[in-house]
């Protein structure tokens, strides 16, 4: 996959490698958020991840990405 992205007065060839986003990477950019000096690079991932994952694959793999958590804690969301 390839994209042209803007950077200054030009424009530049992204290319993907093609291998499939972690949900970790969108985690990991929303918590650079919080952050008085967040990693451009780590908002950049986050925001090509959103770009690459339909919207329903997003969702699954922030439920169970959740899910994973409470599992690890021993609870269920009906204890919630």
């Given at each position: 996959?390839?994209?042209?992205e803007?950077?200054?007065?030009?424009?530049?060839?992204?290319?993907?490698?093609?291998?499939?986003?972690?949900?970790?990477?969108?985690?990991?950019?929303?918590?650079?958020?919080q952050?008085?000096y967040?990693?451009?690079?780590?908002l950049?991932?986050?925001?090509?991840?959103?770009?690459?994952?339909?919207?329903?694959?997003?969702r699954?793999d922030l439920?169970?990405?959740?899910?994973k958590?409470?599992?690890?804690?021993?609870?269920?969301?009906?204890?919630?």
């Open positions: 996959m390839v994209r042209l803007k950077q200054g007065d030009s424009f530049v060839m992204i290319t993907g490698s093609g291998e499939k986003l972690d949900i970790n990477v969108l985690i990991n950019a929303i918590a650079e958020l952050k008085s967040p990693d451009k690079a780590k950049r991932e986050g925001l090509h991840y959103l770009d690459e994952s339909p919207s329903a694959n997003i699954n439920k169970a990405s959740l899910q958590a409470l599992d690890n804690k021993g609870m269920r969301i009906t204890e919630l």
